[in-house]
């Protein structure tokens, strides 16, 4: 509204119309004359007309960034503690920055020699153990340790994905590959690309549903896996393991339980939690005692969710005193 008040004085040289008769015409019925003058000088003005008018402005209001509050304390004549309001542990969404990973420098090791030879892997493990971060560092780092573009690492969160249209929609997009397109036609179309793409699909117990998907579409991914050129490389999370989360069969296993090899992701041991209190505490101004954290460590089992939540607690404690 004050923009385009403030561009009528400007443009046209005249006083605007008062907000409250611009309200008034926008929220009550509007006469023809009236709106076919307001709705002209609308897109004389600003690029837009009336009815374009609360889409572009809500468009033109800029993204919230996260704010850093520094907190500074007199500490002495010549030094100054800063603390950082910013609690820096975070443990309701996966680590998307490497920046901000956490120890499994092993299991990512043997999983990016696997995955340069074609292996394609079932990651197993509890809810919240940090399954999903390790797939997005499959994807952060996979570039520069396994040479390959970046387009060659596809996240596909199977919570978001509705039904077996809506997944070969969503990867045919990732792909960029204009859907529909699966079976053989989609098999042939990355062929040609000679390029393996690496598939990293999380929460695959979603897959599960018979009513959405059926043993053919697990089929079908199998068979863009399996063969020694294949065109994709499967990485699959899951609190179940594939031959119990797919019984596609009585007398045998599901085809991607015999192709994903199982591997465990198991707890934070006591090394990895503290080096992630001391990375997550690194220039806040913040320190937390050595009996703090053995607490911390003890307390949280070595499940990280828990170990982020606990010191998240404490770390606010420690800020509000």
């Known amino acids: 509204m004050k923009k385009f008040t403030d561009d009528w004085s400007r443009e046209l040289g005249i006083t605007p119309p008062r907000e409250q008769t611009i309200r ?24 837009c007309s009336v009815d374009e008018l609360p889409q572009i402005q809500q468009a033109s209001i800029p993204p919230q960034k996260d704010t850093k509050i520094e907190i500074s304390e007199d500490i002495g004549d010549e030094h100054t503690l800063s603390i950082s309001a910013v609690n820096p542990f975070l443990y309701e969404k996966p680590v998307t ?28 493990g509890e809810g919240k153990i940090g399954k999903s971060s390790i797939l997005w ?16 690492f596809i996240y596909l969160d199977m919570r978001n994905v509705y039904d077996k249209r809506d997944f070969f929609e969503g990867l045919c997009k ?6 529909p397109c699966r079976g053989g036609k989609l098999k042939q179309k990355l062929k040609n690309r000679n390029q393996n793409y690496i598939l990293c699909l999380d929460e695959i ?109 404490l770390y606010r404690r420690l800020t509000q005193q």
């Not at 709106?35 to 000088?41: I, K, N, Q, R």
């Not at 990732?174 to 859907?179: D, E, F, T």
């Open 24 to 47: 008034n015409f926008l929220e009550k019925e509007r006469n023809v004359c009236e709106f076919w003058l307001l709705d002209g000088f609308c897109q004389l003005l600003l690029g």
């Open 97 to 124: 920055n490497p920046n901000d990973f956490i120890g499994r420098k092993l299991l990512l090791n043997q999983l990016f020699e696997e995955l340069a030879r074609g292996g394609n892997r079932s990651l197993v």
């Open 137 to 152: 560092m499959i994807c952060k780092l996979g570039p520069e340790r396994l040479r390959r573009p970046s387009e060659a």
């Open 174 to 179: 990732k792909l960029q590959i204009k859907p």
């Open 205 to 313: 117990d979603n897959m599960a549903h018979e009513e959405y998907f059926t043993e053919k579409e697990r089929a079908e991914l199998c068979g863009l896996a399996e063969e020694e050129c294949n065109p994709l490389t499967l990485v699959t999370a899951s609190e179940r393991p594939l031959r119990y989360l797919f019984p596609d069969s009585p007398n045998r296993s599901s085809p991607l339980a015999g192709l994903c090899r199982q591997i465990e992701v198991g707890r934070f041991s006591p090394e990895e939690a503290r080096e992630l209190l001391t990375q997550r505490l690194t220039d806040t101004g913040i320190t937390f005692s050595e009996s703090q954290i053995s607490e911390l460590v003890a307390e949280s089992n070595g499940y990280p969710d828990i170990l982020q939540q606990k010191a998240a607690d």
